[in-house]
């Protein structure tokens, strides 16, 4: 997906479409860190241990149903 940025009063927006926002989760409240590694823009959820927690619960529990099924695709 290619995007310009869109003037927003002295400063310039970026606009993150519905999908993308869905697929991660974020909201118009969600902060975000931008961060860059010098040629890329990075931007990412705050990660909050709330949300840290989900994540690990969510991973332990696919892990559990398909890690057997994982490590062979793996292969």
């Known amino acids: 997906m290619i995007k310009k940025l869109v003037a927003h009063g002295n400063s310039a927006a970026l606009i993150i479409d519905k999908p993308i926002l869905d697929i ?41 149903v398909h890690g057997e099924t994982l490590k062979k695709l793996a292969k």
């Not at 118009?28 to 705050?46: A, R, W």
């Open 24 to 64: 991660l989760s974020v909201d118009m409240k969600t902060p975000l860190e931008i961060t860059t590694d010098g040629k890329n823009l990075i931007v990412s959820p705050v990660k909050g241990t709330s949300r840290e927690k989900k994540f690990r619960a969510a991973l332990e529990k696919v892990n559990k």
